[in-house]
């Protein structure tokens, strides 16, 4: 009776193990994920090793099919949306809108399963993560996101003002469909200088530390990361020759791979394969250039913790789109384009500013501090417009071989978008904001109210959209569903400004002075006038208030290059 039974149980786990093959066979002949189906033909059972190289496949499949706009992806801010129709954030441009494009295929978390990584021209990312049969996709704009490495980790900064940033290392992790940011470490600017240790703060895992336990951590943790390379990426491609095959040609002429690094004192080079212009039904053809980009190796961390100091163009190609022919492409004979003409009379009429004063405070712009710039093009001409952030707002123009020059003060503009919309308000018996629609009829500049809005938050508040007036909800409706963009600024280096700032020269001005126990002796260091001073240096004097006067006691002057004072002498050259 016990051999029976013995028998009878061998023959279950038989069954068992043929039923359970039978199972997985059926399981891997049919996958089906966001309603794309992946048909698998063979007879080997999936197997626990398989399982992990198959989710692979499966994920570079649906990242295919959503590109190909065959399936659609889950998006962290729109749901279940397109791919085409997620937006980079930075300049609010749809996936589909975007000219260049490239890419970067990695395993961000370590799981086995490559993510897929989608850059702009203007280096923001969307990260497509497969998870359970669907299509994750998660964006970052360019300051949150940039250098990615190859585990995955990234860093980021708050501001592009080195002197006044804080900025850091992350890592991505996925919990399902869920992406969490993990801060690796952050390092805070505490100083506009960065001279030493002191200039810094250091936290890893939201602790602060000391310089030199955080350099022990970054020794053993961080140091010696390796750099995703991307390479082009067509959402479609009408020519023979895709955007990656003209990549790869490019590289074979120039001998060598994109992300190539080199080096010199003080800095280190990154030499990149960019396509700079698509073909087109004029062309037929890539232009491809040769890219340097310059980091800085006097960094306490990585020399990619911190964006390029500068990117220039060293060589460019044309690839023929149809047979693959290379050239050199030859910049002397070849016409620049109408924006190239436009970033060249730009940087000269910047020299013709300097005395340009201001409309709202009249301070000459050549004595404005904390000057910001950005290029964006306003009425959609493929023609970048240059704007000035002063405290109030310049904006030049290139229209026709003339730039144009347009003025206007803080109320009556800000917060600059993208798409050339811009707020405003003003003060009266009523209180109205809004926002209008920059455009320009040949040299002119005009405006169109977007939208308004009287008297916020009072009983009799009105709103209106164009020239109709709604109610609240209609107005918060399209909010909603009209994000905008604002436009970011880059501090402003021309060779008119002053290197030391007017407060840094206080500065220096009252160390000069420290003997007279300025506070306590009741001194005050100011900005004077000098008819004898250069106009290279500023005039600075310390004084007292004497009975009913202020009498002044010493005068320096601080040149506004170096900072160095200087004894005040008169036109003759004697002190």
Not at 76 to 103: A, M, Q, V, Y
Not at 109 to 114: F, Q
Not at 556 to 561: A, G, L, P, T
Request: glycine share 6%; charged share 25%.
């Amino acid at each position: 009776m016990k051999k029976l039974v013995a028998v009878l149980m061998c023959l279950m786990i038989v069954l068992s193990l043929f039923s359970c093959r039978i199972k997985n066979q059926k399981g891997k002949e049919n996958v089906t994920t966001n309603g794309y189906t992946n048909d698998q033909k063979g007879e080997e059972t999936v197997t626990p090793h398989d399982t992990l190289p198959l989710a692979n496949d499966i994920a570079m499949q649906m990242y295919q099919a959503a590109i190909n706009d065959e399936i659609c992806v889950f998006d962290e801010r729109l749901g279940e949306t397109k791919l085409k129709d997620c937006r980079f954030p930075s300049n609010h441009l749809r996936l589909d809108e975007c000219e260049i494009l490239n890419k970067a295929i990695l395993d961000m978390d370590g799981d086995g399963v490559n993510e897929y990584v989608i850059q702009s021209e203007a280096k923001d990312h969307i990260v497509l993560h497969y998870y359970d049969g669907k299509v994750y996709s998660y964006c970052f704009d360019s300051k949150s996101f940039f250098n990615l490495n190859t585990d995955g980790s990234f860093y980021w900064i708050d501001s592009y003002d080195l002197s006044n940033c804080t900025r850091g290392h992350n890592q991505i992790l996925f919990d399902g469909s869920l992406c969490h940011v993990k801060e690796i470490y952050r390092i805070k600017q505490t100083s506009p200088y960065d001279y030493g240790d002191g200039d810094h703060e250091y936290y890893v895992d939201g602790t602060q530390i000391t310089h030199e336990k955080f350099m022990d951590y970054y020794d053993s943790n961080c140091r010696g990361k390796t750099m995703a390379i991307f390479s082009p990426l067509d959402i479609s491609c009408e020519y023979p020759i895709s955007s990656e095959k003209a990549f790869e040609l490019a590289s074979v002429f120039w001998g060598f791979k994109s992300g190539t690094e080199d080096g010199a004192a003080g800095s280190l080079y990154v030499l990149k394969i960019v396509i700079l212009e698509k073909p087109n039904s004029n062309t037929q053809s890539y232009r491809i250039g040769y890219q340097w980009e310059c980091y800085s190796t006097h960094v306490i961390d990585s020399c990619y913790a911190q964006p390029p100091s500068s990117v220039r163009i060293y060589e460019e190609l044309i690839v023929d789109a149809t047979t693959g022919e290379v050239r050199e492409y030859d910049n002397i004979t070849s016409q620049p384009s109408k924006n190239e003409i436009a970033m060249e009379m730009y940087a000269q009429t910047l020299n013709d500013l300097a005395s340009y004063t201001t409309p709202y405070s009249g301070i000459p712009l050549c004595e404005c501090e904390n000057l910001g710039y950005t290029y964006v093009d306003l009425d959609g001409d493929s023609i970048n417009e240059l704007i000035i952030d002063c405290g109030d707002t310049l904006i030049l123009r290139y229209y026709e071989g003339t730039v144009y020059f347009y003025e206007f003060t803080f109320r009556s503009l800000y917060y600059l978008k993208t798409d050339g919309s811009y707020s405003w308000n003003h003060t009266g018996s009523d209180f109205e904001y809004g926002e209008n629609q920059i455009y320009f009829e040949g040299a002119a500049l005009k405006t169109r109210e977007i939208w308004r809005i009287i008297n916020d938050g009072e009983p009799d508040a009105e709103y209106y959209i164009g020239d109709k007036m709604v109610t609240q909800e209609e107005i918060l409706k399209y909010f909603e569903d009209n994000p905008k963009t604002r436009i970011e600024f880059s501090p402003l280096e021309v060779s008119w400004l002053n290197k030391i700032s007017r407060y840094e020269a206080i500065t220096i001005a009252e160390n000069y002075w420290e003997n007279f126990d300025i506070e306590e002796n009741g001194y005050i260091v100011a900005l004077a006038i000098n008819a004898n001073a250069p106009d290279s240096v500023y005039v600075i004097v310390i004084k007292r208030f004497v009975i009913d006067h202020y009498s002044t006691f010493d005068e320096i002057w601080i040149d506004k290059n170096t900072g160095e004072p200087i004894i005040p002498y008169t036109p003759d050259g004697k002190g």
